[in-house]
C-alpha cells in the first residue's frame, strides 16, 4: 500500500509539473522571440558590459541601466537617420518617375523596351496599359492597398512594443545575467553532469560564433552592393549599401534595397543596361555571397562543418523565423556533442567488453 501511494504522488507530481510548464509555456509565447534575441544581444555585448562594471562594482541596477541605454541610442542612431533618408530617395524618386512619366524620354524607353528579346513587347504592353488606366486599377486593388496600409501600420506599432520589451528585458538579464548563469550551470550539473555542461559550452560557443558570422556576411554584403549601386549610378550608394548591410541581417532582406534601386536607375533617365546590371549584380553577387561566406565563417569558428552551418541556417529559418538563422546551428552544435558523447561512450564500452 505505502508503493501505491508512493506512485500516485509521483504520477501526481508528474502532472503537475507538466501542467505548470505547459502554462508557462503559453504566458511567455507571445515574448519568446523578443527574448531570444535579447539574450544573443546580451551575451554579444557582455564583454562591454563587464568593463561598464568595473567602473560601477556596487551598482549593478545602473551598469545595467546605462548598456540598455547604450543598445537603444545605437539601435535608434540607426535606424531613424537611416528611415529619413531612403524616406527622402523614395519621395525624390516618385518625383522624378513623375517627371519622367511627362517627358519625351518615356517614349524613347516604350520604344526600347519593346526591342528587348523575349519579355520586351509584353512589357511594354502591359506598362502602356498600366499607364492609360489607372483610375480603373486604383478601383480595382484599391481595398488591397488600404489593407496593406493598415496592415503595415499594425506590424510598426508591434514592432515599436516588441522593442520596448525588448529592452526591458535586456535590462534584467544584464542585472541578473551572472547569477542567473551560475544558477543555470549549476542545474544542469545537478540534472545531467558534466554532459550538460559540455552542452551548455557547445551552445554559447555556437552563439558567438553564429553572430560574428552574421554580422561580418552582412557587412561584406553592403560593401559589394555599394560597389554595384556607385558603378550603376544610383543616388547614395553609401547609404544604400548601409541600407543593404542593415537588411543582409534578415533573410531575403537585401532584394528590398537593391531592387527599388534597380528601378529608380531605369525611371530616372538612365541606361537600361545600367538598371539590369544592378539587378543582376544584386541577385548573382549580393544575395548568393551570403549563402556561400556565412556558413564558413561560422564553421571557422564554431567547430562545424560547412555542408552542417549551411543546413542549419536555412532550415532553422524556414523552421523557426528569423531567430532561426541562430537556433539552427545551435541545435546541430548540441546533437553533435551528444553523437561524439555517445559514440565515445559506446567504443569504451565495446573496449571493455572485449577484454
Given at each position: 500500500m505505502p508503493q501505491q501511494l508512493e506512485i500516485v504522488k509521483w504520477i501526481l507530481t508528474f502532472a503537475a509539473l507538466v501542467l505548470l510548464l505547459s502554462g508557462l509555456y503559453v504566458v511567455f509565447r507571445p515574448f519568446l522571440g523578443v527574448i531570444a534575441w535579447a539574450v544573443v544581444t546580451?551575451?554579444?555585448?557582455?564583454?562591454?558590459?563587464?568593463?561598464?562594471?568595473?567602473?560601477?562594482?556596487?551598482?549593478?541596477?545602473?551598469?545595467?541601466?546605462?548598456?540598455?541605454?547604450?543598445?537603444?541610442?545605437?539601435a535608434l542612431g540607426l535606424v531613424i537617420p537611416l528611415g529619413a533618408a531612403i524616406s527622402n530617395e523614395f519621395e525624390s524618386s516618385i518625383m522624378q518617375a513623375r517627371a519622367f512619366l511627362e517627358s519625351p524620354r518615356k517614349v524613347e524607353l516604350m520604344s526600347e523596351i519593346e526591342q528587348w528579346p523575349f519579355f520586351g513587347?509584353?512589357?511594354?504592353?502591359?506598362?502602356?496599359?498600366?499607364?492609360?488606366?489607372?483610375?480603373?486599377?486604383?478601383?480595382?486593388?484599391?481595398?488591397?492597398?488600404?489593407?496593406?496600409?493598415?496592415?503595415?501600420?499594425?506590424?510598426l506599432l508591434e514592432f515599436v512594443f516588441k522593442f520596448l520589451v525588448f529592452l526591458f528585458v535586456t535590462f534584467f538579464i544584464f542585472r541578473d545575467g551572472a547569477s542567473l548563469g551560475i544558477q543555470l550551470r549549476t542545474a544542469l550539473l545537478n540534472l545531467g553532469g558534466q554532459r550538460f555542461d559540455h552542452l551548455l559550452n557547445a551552445a554559447k560557443g555556437t552563439l558567438k560564433a553564429t553572430v560574428y558570422g552574421l554580422l561580418l556576411?552582412?557587412?561584406?554584403?553592403?560593401?559589394?552592393?555599394?560597389?554595384?549601386y556607385f558603378v550603376a549610378g544610383a543616388p547614395l550608394p553609401v547609404l544604400l549599401g548601409a541600407a543593404t548591410t542593415l537588411m543582409s541581417l534578415i533573410p531575403f532582406g537585401p532584394p528590398f534595397v537593391y531592387v527599388p534601386a534597380s528601378a529608380f536607375v531605369l525611371l530616372s533617365g538612365g541606361p537600361w543596361w545600367s538598371a539590369l546590371g544592378l539587378l543582376l549584380w544584386g541577385v548573382l553577387v549580393v544575395s548568393t555571397i551570403d549563402n556561400v561566406l556565412r556558413p564558413i565563417f561560422i564553421s571557422q569558428r564554431a567547430g562545424l562543418s560547412v555542408v552542417f552551418v549551411f543546413i542549419g541556417v536555412i532550415g532553422g529559418t524556414l523552421a523557426f523565423?528569423?531567430?532561426?538563422?541562430?537556433?539552427?546551428?545551435?541545435?546541430?552544435?548540441?546533437?553533435?556533442?551528444?553523437?561524439?558523447?555517445?559514440v565515445s561512450y559506446e567504443g569504451s564500452t565495446a573496449s571493455a567488453a572485449n577484454l
Open positions: 546580451v551575451l554579444t555585448v557582455w564583454p562591454a558590459y563587464t568593463k561598464v562594471r568595473t567602473y560601477l562594482p556596487l551598482r549593478h541596477s545602473l551598469a545595467a541601466f546605462l548598456m540598455t541605454v547604450l543598445l537603444a541610442a545605437f513587347p509584353s512589357l511594354a504592353r502591359f506598362l502602356q496599359e498600366l499607364e492609360h488606366r489607372p483610375t480603373e486599377s486604383f478601383q480595382t486593388h484599391g481595398s488591397e492597398l488600404i489593407g496593406v496600409v493598415t496592415l503595415a501600420a499594425r506590424q556576411t552582412a557587412i561584406i554584403q553592403g560593401a559589394v552592393a555599394g560597389v554595384g523565423g528569423l531567430i532561426g538563422v541562430l537556433l539552427g546551428p545551435i541545435i546541430i552544435a548540441l546533437t553533435k556533442v551528444l553523437w561524439n558523447e555517445w
